[in-house]
């Protein structure tokens, strides 16, 4: 019942800079937190960063100083700005939110968007 739609996503040179944002929509009470989830090509999903509704954030070693995670909690929205792209940084990126309901948290997933670091 909650989607997410991301954008931002694309082609950029090393060096560079691109930043992505996600919408929630549907019926939601409360996002507790909100995370950008990331998949290189032939290797697991990790978590990039993550931002909680007291706006505690939490990076990964590899994108730490690099990439800048954050909300706006009155349009449901997580953005993740990233400078300094490398090309190791290629990979789906998604779009994660644990929504509270009555008594338990619910988790979506958006459907990845597409960021490539190449010259």
């Known amino acids: 019942q909650v989607q997410l739609v991301e954008s931002g996503g694309g082609l950029v040179q090393p060096g560079g800079s691109l930043s992505l944002s996600c919408a929630a929509s549907?019926?939601?009470?409360?996002?507790?937190?909100m995370a950008w989830y990331r998949q290189p090509p032939g290797k697991q999903r990790e978590l990039a960063a993550h931002?909680?509704?007291?706006?505690?954030?939490n990076y990964a070693d590899s994108v730490k100083g690099r990439f800048t995670i954050s909300r706006d909690g009155a349009k449901n929205t997580v953005y993740l700005q990233m400078n300094s792209l490398k090309p190791e940084d290629t990979a789906v990126y998604y779009c994660?939110?644990?929504?509270?309901?009555?008594?338990?948290?619910?988790?979506?997933w958006g459907q990845g968007t597409q960021v490539t670091v190449s010259s």
């Open positions: 994660y939110a644990e929504v509270s309901a009555v008594t338990t948290a619910y988790a979506y």
């Open positions: 549907g019926s939601i009470t409360t996002i507790n937190v």
């Open positions: 931002i909680t509704s007291d706006t505690m954030t």
